[in-house]
């Protein structure tokens, strides 16, 4: 059973900082997605990562893929008020119809 | 209406009562999906349509009855629920290849906020 892990589950940080939000996966998979909740709302996709190596950038937030390690992560570069949301790594578990396995989330303030 | 909506958005109940969610998507997907999702948990995948035929069932409970009528339109009945049942379900689509390969992202509803009393 594939389990996906993320930590940390609450990052309170100031504006200007910098920190990485990590996901671990326990089987393999070649697609990771990165999603965005905002409270009350639904999730939005930020980004997919499909192979070995991959990065992605939007922004002020950068995810990169390690399938071999089964680790991703979700930078932020120099916070800011409007990142506060939770953010969501969810992998593939299989090709066709897709089922995703979410992780617990990762609830991020910034703090001005 | 554009992306994946879902009604009611706000949802109270009596564990003797049944009612409906609904879910519409208007980005011409194939596949539809259902998700609880509570405060103690990660996003809990309950159904998955893909074609219109239910290709999915997370070994979720009777009470819970999932119709998808055309590819565009999802519903969820709901009968006799718990209070632990008390949720955000949420809604999602997405475009499955014909070939079996890789989906595509899937596309959130807002969501429906259950309460069971």
């Known amino acids: 059973e594939l389990k996906v892990e993320q930590n940390p589950l609450f990052l309170s940080m100031q504006e200007g900082k910098n920190y990485t939000i990590y996901c671990n996966y326990s089987?393999?998979?070649?697609?990771l997605y990165w999603y965005r909740q905002d409270p009350g709302k639904s999730l939005e996709s930020l980004f997919v990562?499909?192979?070995?190596?991959a990065v992605k950038q939007e922004g002020r937030l950068m995810a990169s893929l390690d399938t071999k390690a089964r680790l991703s992560t979700l930078h932020i570069t120099a916070a800011v008020h409007d990142l506060s949301a939770t953010y969501f790594c969810?992998?593939?578990?299989?090709?066709?119809?897709?089922?995703?396995?979410f992780g617990k989330g990762t609830k991020l303030t910034v703090n001005p | 209406e554009t992306g994946v909506t879902q009604t009611p958005r706000h949802l109270v109940m009596g564990m003797t009562n049944k009612k409906s969610l609904k879910c519409e998507q208007h980005?011409?997907?194939?596949?539809m999906y259902w998700y609880k999702q509570s405060a103690k948990k990660p996003l809990e995948l309950m159904f998955v349509?893909?074609?219109?035929?239910?290709?999915e069932n997370n070994s979720v409970p009777s009470r819970f009855s999932p119709e998808c009528p055309n590819s565009s339109h999802l519903f969820l009945h709901l009968h006799t629920l718990q209070p632990e049942d008390s949720a955000l379900y949420l809604c999602?689509?997405?475009?499955?290849?014909?070939?079996?390969?890789?989906?595509?992202?899937?596309?959130f509803g807002p969501g429906t906020r259950l309460t069971v009393l």
């Open positions: 999602a689509s997405s475009q499955d290849p014909p070939s079996g390969g890789w989906a595509d992202t899937q596309y």
């Open positions: 089987t393999t998979s070649d697609r």
């Open positions: 990562l499909l192979s070995n190596g």
């Open positions: 969810a992998v593939s578990t299989q090709g066709g119809s897709e089922k995703l396995v």
């Open positions: 980005l011409g997907h194939n596949a």
């Open positions: 349509y893909n074609f219109k035929e239910q290709t």
